[in-house]
């Protein structure tokens, strides 16, 4: 058997009222009976208040060693006006090293685009953190039409494939990586 690996689920957006829990719910819920990841959730919006870090946690150290134990993030980022959230891009570039040499997935969701210009743009920034970006993810266009008031998708089976081919191309990312990285540290490669 193989040792779980830690795959960190990222908030992208701190609006009162965002629509952000109810698809990152969904994917927690998919991903809650995995074999291979464990999950931890980083939410901006809990780092803003240090909601559910500990009363004595300096949120800054929080997500830096957050983001180091992770061996994986699947950001689930809304598109705000054709990008994507200030409080993502905040939460991003309070960290570098960590994010060094790890794969990132994205669920994405927005009106007629379902937040693809958001992940376009997260690409070029992960890139600047020598992070591997996937082609593969998940797409909400018109997001709010797709799940009832309890945060239940109408038509789970249509997002199913999607899902599972970006989580077996994640899943192979984070092992490759994280291999190699412990064969040798990212940092030493260029030094």
């Not at 701190?14 to 009976?33: H, K, M, P």
């Not at 109408?154 to 081919?165: D, G, I, N, S, T």
């Amino acid at each position: 058997m193989t040792e779980k690996m830690t795959l960190a689920v990222i908030y992208g957006s701190a609006r009162q009222g965002r629509f952000c829990d109810t698809v990152a719910n969904w994917l927690i819920r998919e991903l809650s009976a995995s074999a291979t990841f464990t999950l931890t959730i980083i939410d901006p919006a809990r780092l803003r208040t240090s909601r559910g870090l500990g009363a004595a946690v300096n949120p800054g150290e929080w997500l830096e060693r957050k983001i180091a134990e992770a061996d994986a993030f699947i950001v689930v980022t809304p598109e705000y006006n054709h990008g994507y959230p200030a409080a993502l891009k905040e939460l991003i570039d309070s960290v570098y090293e960590p994010w060094h040499a790890k794969p990132v997935a994205f669920v994405s969701y927005g009106g007629a685009s379902g937040g693809i210009r958001a992940v376009e743009q997260l690409r070029q920034v992960f890139g600047e953190l020598h992070a591997v970006t996937l082609r593969d993810g998940v797409t909400f266009p018109k997001a709010w039409s797709k799940f009832d008031a309890a945060g239940n998708l109408y038509k789970p089976e249509e997002l199913r494939a999607p899902l599972f081919l970006m989580m077996d191309r994640l899943t192979w990312w984070a092992r490759v990586l994280k291999q190699a990285r412990k064969t040798k540290p990212y940092n030493e490669v260029a030094a």
